[in-house]
């Protein structure tokens, strides 16, 4: 706890020293997107990024229902120590073969995954611009429905808007792995201060697994997975079909308001329905039909930002209600070199699951639990390559049964070089 205590406490007093070292003002919505951006060296047309992550992970391990047994549908591996370590390396390829034709991936390796997939393409894609607005992406890329589509097209850099290193719970459910996809959309201009946008996919679609809200791999959820089959060129199989559309307001440069609904049809697999009857205690059910429908908000006001996400989800008979509210102040210092810019973000996360004829919170079954969780996040720009991230995730799980809660509440703390 000192140690959590200390580095908290140093991020906290350089924040406030950069704040009344020189002028802060809020910046428009460009600027916004600054902090967390990559630079990029290359000639012409040919780029590549470098993201290096270093971190301290401080874990709240737990022991009473740990699962360190694991059962037929996972596994979990409670850690309870802290540790430092060199977390990712991402090389970011991008090639413009004209104003219209782009390429973008993001090429990950990691220092300790359990599984084989130590490296592996999380993104690669490329996009078509088209006229009147349109755009065509082919390739590994996230749902439409995360964050990084509500800004339009024509500024998109790539980056992920999230601002934080967890993701959160409806991300960690449904948009945090990318999927083989053939992307479509438009942003379209209705008048001098509002815009119209819409997207569509046409995917391979993702299957049903499980994964952690923390580092520490325990108590997970039930998650939209990328499976190695997800990234195979198929024609067969159950595809997943989506549409979303929504309205962009533009009062100004640092004034925006934006909506965004969606909807997402597919069917379960008999692989995902096997899966759902091995970590669901009691499910047996052989109902297929599975689709998701959402609503993501945005607000940006100068420096301030609001979002907001609401996903209902029905995974055979099975449904999901996940949803965040998240606010953040961005505070700009134009005129200096080193510390200009810091984030401040809190995020309130929630998570439903019922199956349908079970009892909700099943205690053998960490899949069933409803959730709540808190993030407190700080980022401080050090240098235009350096980024210094603090994160506090407050867990509230309902295990059921006569445990009333578990602990697994984590801080982060990290270096993040970005060129």
Same mark, same amino acid.
């Not at 090389?91 to 220092?111: D, H, N, Q």
């Given at each position: 706890?000192?140690?959590?205590?200390?580095?908290?406490?140093?991020?906290?007093?350089?924040?406030?020293?950069?704040?009344?070292?020189?002028?802060?003002?809020?910046?428009?919505?460009?600027?916004?997107?600054?902090?967390?951006?990559?630079?990029?060296?290359?000639?012409?047309?040919?780029?590549?990024?470098?993201?290096?992550?270093?971190?301290? $992970?401080?874990?709240?391990?737990?022991?009473?229902?740990?699962?360190?047994?694991?059962?037929?549908?996972?596994?979990?591996?409670?850690?309870?120590?802290?540790?430092?370590?060199?977390?990712?390396?991402?090389?970011?390829?991008?090639?413009?073969?004209?104003?219209?034709?782009?390429?973008?991936?993001?090429?990950?390796?990691?220092?300790?995954?359990?599984?084989?997939?130590?490296?592996?393409?999380?993104?690669?894609?490329?996009?078509?611009?088209?006229?009147?607005?349109?755009?065509?992406?082919?390739?590994?890329?996230?749902?439409?429905?995360?964050?990084?589509?509500?800004?339009?097209?024509?500024?998109?850099?790539?980056?992920?808007?999230?601002?934080?290193?967890?993701?959160?719970?409806?991300?960690?459910?449904?948009?945090?792995?990318?999927?083989?996809?053939?992307?479509?959309?438009?942003?379209?201009?209705?008048?001098?201060?509002?815009?119209?946008?819409?997207?569509?996919?046409?995917?391979?679609? $993702?299957?049903?697994?499980?994964?952690?809200?923390?580092?520490?791999?325990?108590?997970?959820?039930?998650?939209?997975?990328?499976?190695?089959?997800?990234?195979?060129?198929?024609?067969?199989?159950?595809?997943?079909?989506?549409?979303?559309?929504?309205?962009?307001?533009?009062?100004?440069?640092?004034?925006?308001?934006?909506?965004?609904?969606?909807?997402?049809?597919?069917?379960?697999?008999?692989?995902?329905?096997?899966?759902?009857?091995?970590?669901?205690?009691?499910?047996?059910?052989?109902?297929?039909?599975?689709?998701?429908?959402?609503?993501?908000?945005?607000?940006?006001?100068?420096?301030?930002?609001?979002?907001?996400?609401?996903?209902?989800?029905?995974?055979?008979?099975?449904?999901?209600?996940?949803?965040?509210?998240?606010?953040?102040?961005?505070?700009?210092?134009?005129?200096?070199?080193?510390?200009?810019?810091?984030?401040?973000?809190?995020?309130?996360?929630?998570?439903?699951?019922?199956?349908?004829?079970?009892?909700?919170?099943?205690?053998?079954?960490?899949?069933?639990?409803?959730?709540?969780?808190?993030?407190?996040?700080?980022?401080?720009?050090?240098?235009?390559?350096?980024?210094?991230?603090?994160?506090?995730?407050?867990?509230?799980?309902?295990?059921?049964?006569?445990?009333?809660?578990?602990?697994?509440?984590?801080?982060?703390?990290?270096?993040?070089?970005?060129?």
């Amino acid at each position: 706890m000192r140690v959590i205590f200390n580095l908290g406490w140093m991020a906290f007093v350089v924040m406030v020293s950069v704040a009344h070292a020189q002028q802060v003002y809020f910046p428009d919505r460009k600027e916004a997107q600054a902090l967390g951006s990559s630079h990029i060296l290359g000639y012409g047309g040919l780029s590549l990024g470098v993201q290096a992550e270093t971190e301290y $992970l401080w874990p709240q391990g737990d022991d009473a229902l740990a699962f360190d047994s694991g059962n037929a549908g996972y596994f979990s591996d409670n850690q309870t120590h802290s540790r430092l370590r060199l977390h990712k390396l991402t090389l970011v390829p991008r090639v413009s073969l004209s104003e219209k034709i782009k390429f973008y991936g993001e090429l990950e390796a990691f220092s300790n995954r359990s599984d084989e997939e130590t490296t592996y393409f999380r993104e690669a894609h490329i996009s078509f611009l088209g006229p009147w607005h349109f755009f065509v992406k082919l390739g590994l890329e996230d749902r439409f429905i995360a964050p990084d589509f509500m800004v339009s097209h024509e500024v998109w850099d790539d980056g992920p808007r999230r601002w934080t290193e967890t993701y959160p719970i409806s991300g960690v459910s449904f948009w945090k792995d990318e999927d083989l996809a053939l992307l479509a959309g438009g942003d379209h201009p209705i008048s001098q201060s509002l815009d119209f946008f819409w997207r569509g996919s046409f995917a391979n679609g $993702l299957s049903l697994g499980h994964d952690e809200l923390t580092r520490n791999e325990i108590y997970p959820i039930l998650q939209d997975d990328r499976h190695l089959r997800n990234i195979s060129l198929d024609v067969g199989g159950n595809k997943e079909i989506g549409a979303g559309a929504g309205f962009r307001a533009q009062f100004s440069n640092a004034h925006t308001m934006s909506v965004f609904g969606f909807y997402n049809y597919s069917k379960l697999t008999p692989q995902d329905i096997t899966y759902l009857s091995n970590v669901i205690s009691g499910y047996t059910s052989q109902e297929n039909q599975n689709f998701f429908m959402g609503l993501n908000t945005e607000l940006n006001w100068r420096g301030f930002n609001v979002f907001s996400q609401y996903i209902y989800a029905k995974d055979g008979e099975v449904k999901r209600q996940a949803y965040y509210v998240q606010p953040s102040l961005l505070l700009y210092a134009a005129d200096r070199k080193y510390f200009n810019a810091m984030r401040f973000l809190y995020r309130w996360n929630g998570l439903g699951v019922r199956a349908k004829g079970l009892a909700s919170n099943i205690q053998a079954s960490p899949m069933t639990w409803d959730r709540t969780t808190h993030t407190l996040a700080t980022s401080l720009r050090i240098y235009k390559f350096l980024e210094f991230k603090n994160e506090w995730n407050l867990h509230q799980e309902n295990p059921g049964g006569s445990t009333k809660e578990v602990h697994n509440d984590e801080f982060i703390s990290q270096l993040r070089l970005a060129f």
